[in-house]
């Protein structure tokens, strides 16, 4: 008798994101998965994965293909079907999110001026989201400036404790975190 015991309590959400010429191709990478997915399903001993392919989650967004799946990181095979269609980027997230992090800040207020009217610890934030993120949407309202830094990779907000960097959002009273799912 042959089974697999599913993930540990040690596995963690993996997203493999991975970037083709186009659409069409994102679809055909998609379709190559599924295939897959029924090959692992109808012979599961010649896969050596530690979770249930109904488990996978899969979608094409605009030039992408995201694949997620709970495991201690069993993603060989996966990871091997994507690889072969050439894609321009192919990256692995453990917790991966995709959040957008607003910033207010009085009218007129320039991006080099944001960390001198901030808190000490909204202005370290700052400067991490400038180098991980790069420069923010800067959009005018009737009465301030809003900055937005677009984030998509490894866990750096906390839905739970509701912190940012480990920063409590009731601390960094400007912010505002969108959770885009």
């Known amino acids: 008798m042959f089974f697999k015991l599913r993930p540990s309590s040690h596995s963690d959400d993996y997203t493999i994101i991975a970037k083709y010429k186009n659409k069409k191709e994102a679809i055909k990478v998609k379709e190559a998965l599924k295939k897959l997915l029924r090959d692992m399903e109808e012979n599961d001993e010649k896969y050596d994965i530690d979770w249930c392919v109904y488990d996978a989650l899969m979608q094409v967004k605009d030039c992408n293909v995201i694949f997620t799946i709970n495991t201690c990181g069993c993603l060989d095979d996966v990871e091997a079907v994507m690889k072969a269609a050439n894609p321009s980027s192919l990256n692995i997230y453990t917790d991966y999110q995709h959040i957008i992090i607003s910033v207010y800040a009085p009218k007129h207020v320039t991006l080099s001026a944001l960390p001198l009217i901030l808190s000490l610890s909204e202005a370290k934030i700052i400067g991490l989201l400038a180098k991980i993120c790069g420069n923010p949407k800067i959009r005018e309202t009737k009465n301030r400036t809003v ?34 799912r």
């Open 147 to 180: 900055f937005s830094w677009e984030y998509m990779g490894n866990a750096i907000y906390d839905e739970w404790s509701e912190s940012l960097f480990g920063k409590p959002i009731s601390e960094l009273k400007n912010f505002k975190i969108t959770i885009k």
